[in-house]
């Protein structure tokens, strides 16, 4: 029995390891891959269940609640119209959520095969490169893009988008820990703070930009009081000539003329068959004004997990929307996805459990000695606020790149402050170190 706890413990990390780093290029064989651990991790929660009542309320609100999360989804789902995409559940993207439990308690509480301040930093380092490197390729070396220029990284540029923001982010917050005690690996994680910033610059995704913008400004006025006032307006005054600066750029700049003429010619539109309601902003409100009518018919469940466009196809033939809204199969909209599909307890449920996750990290920051700690917890309220706000111009946490990448990392802070900060698991948060 223990030989066999040991095998499934090095038979997770292995394949962790491996499919967070070929996310990137081999993102559908990395999906494999990935599955396989969660498998792993489902098989051997056994091990590890005892630990639950030792965890901080906290952590098992957010562990309750990511459960609850997926259980509204299958009723949903299974109680939604008959005609959506599939015949079950496994097609889900938001099944990845019930992985996160498993997978937080095999990291947390193994000892064999526990990851470190050095693997974490090597995790990350890999990933990021990974994913900026790729990027670039896609965007400016590959001839044969898969989506006419804008970085695909075998998944959709503005999950892509997401996920470098995120990196670049957390990448550059590693660099930070690691600057007074190994200038030369910091510089290399800077390295790659540049490199998956350009990467997301160059998918084109301007709910990634607004996201990773909100960002920074949040690490700016979190860190401000701490500084001197000669670097607080010193690092102030660098930000806004970096942002005016990118602002300048053609990409940036043709991607802001773009949704300037789209919002013009969507509001000057009189009918919902107009050409002008069909453009990227123009979409995006047909898709919200068909959601919010599915809404309206069905506010407690929605229309059900995976309906949406075959609802959206219905709104379109009724003339109550343009047909562009029926193109996808979601509404560019997490929030509003949430409303259509799952009523307003699956949007109350998807807020709830960001909120407590972003809370969770709040707690930890405000009360953490341990600079690595910190880190950690600034890094989880960096990417989750990036997730809340990437969510009102796409669904980071109903994509499958995106989502497995949110899931598996805040898996790996927590259970790295757990492991970190033993007092993590006495019941409170505020206990921390």
């Known amino acids: 029995m223990i030989y066999c706890k ?3 413990d090095l038979s997770f990390w292995i394949l962790f390891y491996l499919g967070l780093i070929a ?6 064989p990395s999906f494999a891959i990935l599955g396989l651990s969660c498998l792993i991790a489902i098989i051997s929660y056994p091990y590890y269940a005892i630990h639950w009542r030792t965890l901080s309320p906290l952590l098992k609100v ?13 009723i949903t789902f299974y109680a939604g119209d008959q005609t959506r995409m599939g015949n079950n559940l496994l097609w889900s993207r938001h099944i990845v959520w019930i992985f996160l439990i498993p997978v937080l308690f095999i990291i947390a509480f193994q000892v064999n095969y526990a990851i470190d301040k050095k693997r974490f930093s090597i ?26 220029g804008r970085a695909a990284g075998g998944m959709n540029p503005i999950e892509y988008g997401a996920i470098c923001a995120s990196l670049a982010i957390v990448a550059f917050l590693t660099g930070i820990y690691h600057w007074r005690d190994n200038r030369k690996i910091a510089s290399l994680f800077f390295f790659t703070t540049l490199l998956t910033s350009s990467a997301t610059l160059l998918t084109l995704s301007r709910g990634a930009w607004v996201a990773m913008l909100v960002a920074v400004l949040f690490l700016f006025f979190l860190n401000v009081k701490q500084w001197q006032s000669k670097y607080r307006y010193g690092i102030g005054i660098f930000i806004v000539m970096v942002i005016a600066l990118v602002s300048q750029t053609s990409v940036v700049e043709e991607r802001i003329d773009e949704a300037k003429s789209n919002l013009t010619h969507y509001l000057a539109s009189e009918s919902p068959d107009d050409a002008e309601r069909s453009t990227s902003i123009g979409a995006r409100f047909e898709m919200w004004r068909a959601s919010w009518n599915m809404f309206l018919e069905n506010p407690v469940l929605g229309v059900g997990v995976g309906s949406y466009e075959n609802n959206a196809k219905k709104l379109s033939e009724q003339g109550k929307v343009n047909r562009i809204a029926a193109e996808f199969y979601h509404p560019h909209n997490q929030y509003v996805s949430a409303l259509a599909t799952r009523g307003f307890v699956g949007l109350a449920l998807l807020c709830t459990l960001l909120g407590s996750v972003f809370y969770f990290y709040w707690m930890v920051y405000r009360n953490a000695a341990s600079s690595f700690v910190r ?5 989880g309220l960096s990417i989750t606020l990036i997730y809340i706000t990437a969510g009102i111009f796409d669904v980071p946490v109903e994509g499958k ?3 497995v990448f949110y899931v598996l990392l805040n898996a790996l802070f927590i259970a790295l402050i757990i492991r970190t900060v033993p007092a993590m698991v006495l019941k409170r948060v505020d206990a921390v170190g």
Request: avoid cysteine.
């Open 123 to 148: 995790l990350i380092i890999s990933i990021a490169l990974m994913f900026g490197i790729y990027g670039l390729w896609d965007s400016v070396v590959s001839p044969n893009l898969k989506y006419g």
């Open 62 to 74: 957010i562990l309750s609640l990511s459960l609850l999360n997926f259980l509204w989804m299958v």
């Open 6 to 8: 040991k095998y499934f």
């Open 23 to 28: 996310l990137a290029p081999l993102t559908k």
């Open 375 to 379: 880190m950690l917890a600034v890094s």
């Open 401 to 403: 790149p995106t989502l």
